[in-house]
């Protein structure tokens, strides 16, 4: 492969997606520079569409007052259904088993309380070693919730000894051995430091076959990679939309739940108003009837403004479509690697696995330099224009997003690493 700048530009040139980058708002240099951004994993850009729907409901609020409940352009009493297909779309679902409500780990409390039901032998509830500390503090708070005591209910799995990725067949062997004590198993789509992508289907076949429930914590997943939820048989997933979904800082979060449980009134659930019976919510009567669906799982009228960003987005996704922000994605984030391999020998130990089906749009370089010298080489990267993320000890994340990023982006990173290790 050719290393030079003019091959980066040239790629871009002939990107078919190339004219989505303008469509969202990249930040600056104090100098007016655009910075190289490879930070979507985290919070991913704004979309210029945004502001105009964020103005419609401030419009149709001052207009209408109380009225734009159900005279707004997009009334907003249904305002999250519109939310339904394309977040459905990008995982796997039917419509009405996904819903955009609240945010990542409240979803995953209030879907835990439904799913999470220790009985018998059955008590234990596995995460992985390495969760993201909101999944294991939620699942630890779960278990201690059903009076159980977390160093016997709480399954951590964690890789191999010396390796850096969870085995699909450690979880399989798992689940063989242990799963007559395993009530559920709760595992990310994508783990967020190594960037390693689960093989959600084979888990989920094998939790189901030990009679676990299985949930998914997709927050790295969603919009980055194609997910197939219902044909995997997951029970229930949860997510935030603030890295690639481009919701904004805070989104809305979702929900995924399985229609064989659509309408199951044994489920215990959590319950408020905005799951109850659409036909009969204003009536105001003190009975819970659940709508069918992960609609039935939500708390409270839906807050609009906070959907707004969202909605522009999901519109760009269902215009674009994931296969083809996918395929540009695969291209990408191999370029980005080959040239730290290529550029870089020895300096930087990408952790993240080789195989593109195995992993999203996101690399995690270990800096294989002392800590202090990587903190260095992270601020000096700062300094030089890119935004990327740290994780201790000397971990670098970058996600470079299709919709935005460029074959220049790479390079510019690469560049600007070589610079800082020289
Ligand atoms: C993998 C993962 N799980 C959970 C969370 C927590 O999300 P929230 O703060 O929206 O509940 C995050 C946040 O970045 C995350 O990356």
């Known amino acids: 492969m050719n290393l030079g700048r003019e091959h980066a ?64 352009r997009q009334p907003w009493v249904a305002y999250h259904e519109r939310l339904a297909p394309p977040l459905a779309r990008l995982v ?29 032998e059955r008590t234990a509830l596995v995460v992985e070693k390495y969760a993201f500390p909101s999944d294991r503090h939620a699942a630890w708070s779960q278990v201690r919730f059903h009076g159980l005591d977390p160093d016997r209910d709480l399954i951590e799995i964690a890789p191999r000894e010396g ?82 979904l481009n919701g904004g800082p805070g989104a809305i979060g979702g929900a995924f739940v399985h229609d064989r449980h659509a309408r199951r009134d044994d489920l215990p659930r959590f319950a408020g108003w ?23 799982w939500q708390l409270s009228n839906p807050p609009v403004l906070a959907m707004a960003p969202l909605v522009a987005s999901l519109e760009h996704f269902a215009a674009v479509g994931l296969a083809a922000l996918r395929r540009k994605s695969i291209a990408l984030t191999g370029y980005l690697e080959t040239l730290i391999e290529r550029r870089l020998p020895g300096r930087v130990r990408i952790i993240t696995p080789a195989d593109a089906a195995a992993r999203g749009a996101a690399l995690s370089l270990r800096l ?42 790479a390079w510019r990173f690469a560049d600007a690493l070589a610079a800082e290790l020289a």
């Not at 009405?96 to 018998?120: Q, W």
Request: hydrophobic residues 40%.
């Open 274 to 296: 905005w799951g109850h019976d659409k036909a009969s919510r204003f009536r105001m009567g003190p009975e819970f009837h659940a709508l069918a669906g992960a609609e039935g």
């Open 163 to 244: 390796e850096d990725w969870l085995r699909t067949e450690d979880v399989v062997d798992l689940l063989e051995r242990d799963g007559s004590r395993i009530a559920t198993v709760l595992l990310p789509g994508i783990q967020y430091v190594t960037g390693e992508r689960l093989d959600l289907p084979a888990i989920a076949r094998s939790a189901r076959r030990a009679g676990c429930t299985i949930g998914f914590d997709l927050a790295h997943a969603i919009g980055n990679v194609e997910l197939s939820l219902h044909d995997a048989d997951a029970d229930f997933a949860v997510w935030c939309s603030y890295k690639y």
């Open 92 to 120: 796997g679902a039917q419509d009405d088993e996904v819903v955009a409500m609240n945010t990542l780990t409240v979803n995953l409390h209030l879907l835990l309380v439904s799913f999470y039901r220790p009985a018998g």
């Open 368 to 409: 294989e330099v002392s800590h202090d010298r990587a903190c260095a080489v992270f601020e000096g990267l700062r300094r030089r224009g890119v935004v990327a993320d740290w994780r201790e000890p000397a971990t670098i994340r970058v996600a470079p997003v299709p919709f935005y990023n460029g074959f220049d982006d």
């Open 9 to 72: 530009r040239a790629l871009d040139a002939a990107d078919p997606l190339r004219s989505w980058r303008a469509r969202f708002i990249a930040p600056r240099s104090d100098a007016g520079e655009e910075l190289v951004y490879l930070c979507g994993h985290s919070l991913g850009l704004q979309p210029r569409l945004a502001e105009s729907c964020i103005r419609e409901i401030l419009d149709d609020w001052g207009t209408l007052g109380v009225e734009g409940h159900f005279a707004g």
